[in-house]
């Protein structure tokens, strides 16, 4: 199970600064002009965990496997994006396969960098991208619309989903993305949905991308792009895209002494993924073993078979049991086997719910 974030702003905000440094090449070029990214480019980059290098201290395996996120670096989207201007119809169709949007806005002022409106207002960038999101939306809902009231003359079942898209339609006539309608559990909704892949219906993170010198307390940009998320129910992660670009190739130790230095615990990247994770209800267990020490993910509230099942769906189909430890103990007892001598290893059953953290042993009979 992987998670899909796609980098999203209005040209020259920093995606692709902010994307070579997460994929730790230059594979994405970072120009002062419009439409410098024109293919989206990929980069699968590890989820960061100390646990898994507290885990692999005690087993001393021969490798390390984290759980692994896939940023996708979209080309960058003006007004009229939603009526094929720019690269827009192209941005919107790559938006589709992602699971969650990393909207990076220019908080910063810097003449030197052209910004595409000839001036930066943060709130304002958000909102063309946003507009063209929910008009592309109503498009693609409309065409929609149009099927179900034809099939509905004939097909009477098909009347309830016509019911929840006019609905819908009105909601976001009104401005308001479709992650807020309140008919967005119903079964018509999810059917819509999976089929039109909503782009105002994904998970949004704001990434603030500023100068160096705002790093420690938000400037008047991070102050007004913090309060209208809020009031849309999202959350601002701050980052400075240029250094974190500079912190490629540091070892471990560079980086922390170097994020020390800045007054920072966590980069702004590794902060968007951990974020992103929660956003979709992401935890990871662990398998450890001397070949391996591995962080394997799944959504929370997914019970120990289907945890299996995401190792090999074989284990899913002849699930038998879990020999569970909890992260915790493993750390304390120094390990499985001292873990289970001191009774702290549980054999769990098929109606488990799989914590996060948890270290899993699967026992399956195919």
């Known amino acids: 199970m992987g998670l899909s974030i796609g980098i999203v702003g209005l040209p020259n905000v920093g995606k692709s600064t902010t994307f070579n440094a997460l994929s730790q090449t230059q594979n994405a070029q970072a120009a002062n002009y419009p439409f410098c990214t024109i293919e989206p480019n990929r980069a699968v980059v590890p989820v960061p965990d100390k646990r898994l290098d507290e885990l692999a201290k005690i087993v001393n395996p021969e490798r390390i496997q984290h759980s692994v996120v896939e940023f996708v670096d979209i080309a960058g989207l003006v007004r009229g994006a939603s009526k094929g201007e720019g690269l827009g119809n192209q941005f919107l169709g790559n938006i589709k ?16 960098v052209t910004h595409v409106e000839g001036r930066v207002n943060p709130v304002s960038d958000v909102e063309i991208i946003e507009l063209e999101l929910l008009f592309a939306d109503l ?15 004939a097909d009477k079942n098909t009347k309830a989903m016509l019911d929840v898209a006019l609905s819908l339609k009105a909601h976001l006539e009104e401005g308001n993305p479709a992650r807020t309608f309140k008919d967005k559990e119903s079964e018509a909704f999810v059917e819509i949905n999976k089929e039109l892949r909503f782009l105002t219906n994904k998970e ?17 940009y991070v102050k007004a792009l913090k309060e209208y998320a809020s009031s849309n129910g999202c959350e601002v992660i701050k980052l400075c895209s240029k250094l974190e670009e500079e912190m490629v190739g540091m070892d471990e130790s560079e980086r922390a002494e170097f994020l020390g230095s800045l007054g920072c615990e966590m980069s702004g990247l590794e902060q968007i993924i951990q974020k992103g994770f929660e956003k979709l209800g992401l935890i990871s267990y662990f398998t450890a073993g001397v070949k391996e020490v591995r962080a394997w993910t799944i959504h929370r509230g997914d019970s120990a078979p289907v945890a299996a099942g995401v190792i090999h769906k074989d284990f899913e189909k002849g699930f038998i049991r879990a020999e569970t430890i909890a992260y915790e103990d493993f750390i304390k007892y120094g390990g499985e086997a001292k873990a289970k001598e001191a009774g702290a290893m549980r054999v769990e059953g098929k109606e488990y719910i799989v914590q996060d953290g948890d270290v899993m042993h699967f026992r399956f009979n195919v």
């Open 97 to 112: 396969e992602t699971d969650v949007i990393l909207h990076i806005v220019r908080c910063f002022d810097d003449e030197n």
């Open 139 to 153: 498009q693609t809902l409309q065409k929609r619309i149009e099927r179900l009231e034809r099939q509905s003359k």
């Open 204 to 220: 949004v993170i704001y990434g603030a991308n500023v100068g160096e010198e705002d790093l420690g307390e938000d400037n008047s």
